[in-house]
């Protein structure tokens, strides 16, 4: 049902008319964008699930490597091997643009060029299974950094997804179909208006010819 404060004139049919055909346009604009989301979203899915599988199994390897280290060392031996570290690990972030969505980007940078000296201990005290475990953390980090990433990603993009679905539920559903209500509206009572005006005009020339011809 048309608005009932709409006023049924030929400037405001016109003005509906513009915003109809931009509704329609943003329509299409937004379900493209909505698409296009969903696509991101699913590969991200897809990639954040191969990433957990990766920590989860250098996880796994690691802390069957420390328990290994930890039954043939005594607490105080691996406490003191672990207690200065050498290499040190600086984070930075950064933002790329997925479809108006900023989603993180992180990077690490180790202390020292060589990414390798990660040992804070000499090796006559300790056990090769440490040794394997600081290797097993030191890989798994970076996919930790990966799978970090890539769930923040998957949140925002889900939160995106669900804000523009609004919006083309609201189009679709509501605004465009009341704005081809009013339209539709305007146009009956401007037919309507016409029609009368024509009857009008036409009972005023049957009474002009009247009136000339002295007629009753």
């Known amino acids: 049902m048309a608005s009932k404060t709409i006023n049924p004139t030929r400037m405001e049919l016109t003005r ?80 790329k643009n997925i479809m108006s969505v900023n989603v993180p980007r992180y990077e690490f940078h180790t202390k020292e060029e060589d990414t390798g000296d990660i040992y804070p201990y000499g090796f006559a005290q300790t056990s090769g299974e440490l040794d394997a475990a600081l290797d097993d953390l030191f890989c798994v980090f970076r996919d930790m950094l990966e799978l970090a990433q890539a769930e923040k990603t998957t949140q925002l993009l889900a939160e995106e997804i669900e804000k523009t679905r609004r919006r083309v539920n609201a189009l679709e559903y509501v605004m465009i179909p009341d704005m081809q209500r009013n339209i539709k509206y305007i146009t009956m009572k401007l037919e309507e208006s016409d029609r009368s005006t024509k009857v009008r005009l036409m009972k005023v020339k049957d009474m002009v010819l009247k009136e000339a011809h002295g007629w009753e």
Request: aromatic share 4%; no cysteine; charged share 30%.
């Open 16 to 95: 509906i008319k513009g915003r109809l055909k931009t509704a329609v346009r943003g329509h299409k604009l937004l379900k493209d964008k909505r698409d296009e989301l969903m696509r991101q979203f699913m590969e991200n899915v897809r990639q954040n699930k191969v990433l957990r599988q990766k920590v989860e199994e250098g996880l796994t390897r690691a802390n069957r490597s420390l328990a290994v280290a930890s039954a043939v060392m005594s607490p105080e031996m691996l406490e003191q091997a672990l207690m200065f570290p050498t290499q040190s690990v600086e984070l930075d972030m950064s933002f």
